[in-house]
């Protein structure tokens, strides 16, 4: 059973930064696309940013210009930096892999940006 465990979450006032990790245990395999979710009180889980195998990335109209995702396949982890948070930004933050065509999430990281 695939593993994924998330970091870097917290709180940060508007203007601010943060990254978050994503780290996959217990598989050898390679993983396939990434992507990091999220979703706020009230609201559906939307997608934030996706990172294929070869290094593809996507991502949703409220972050461009300001999130980066990246991925180290040694790791087997994938990265989120958000620079020029909002306080919209706020939310749980999920990771989700793909390995093998099974798809695994994180348990969710808090980040809550203060005006």
């Known amino acids: 059973q695939v593993q994924l465990v998330e970091s870097g979450g917290g709180m940060v006032q508007a203007g601010g930064s943060l990254r978050l990790s994503c780290a996959a245990s217990?598989?050898?395999?390679?993983?396939?696309?990434m992507t990091w979710y999220r979703q706020a009180p009230g609201k559906q889980r939307e997608l934030v940013a996706l990172?294929?195998?070869?290094?593809?990335?996507n991502y949703a109209d409220s972050v461009k210009g300001r999130f980066t995702i990246s991925r180290d396949n040694a790791k087997n982890a994938v990265y989120l930096q958000m620079n020029s948070l909002k306080p919209e930004d706020t939310a749980v933050y999920y990771c989700y892999a793909v390995v093998i065509g099974a798809g695994y999430w994180g348990q969710g990281t808090q980040v809550t940006v203060s005006s």
């Open positions: 990172i294929t195998g070869g290094g593809t990335t």
């Open positions: 217990k598989t050898s395999f390679t993983i396939n696309s």
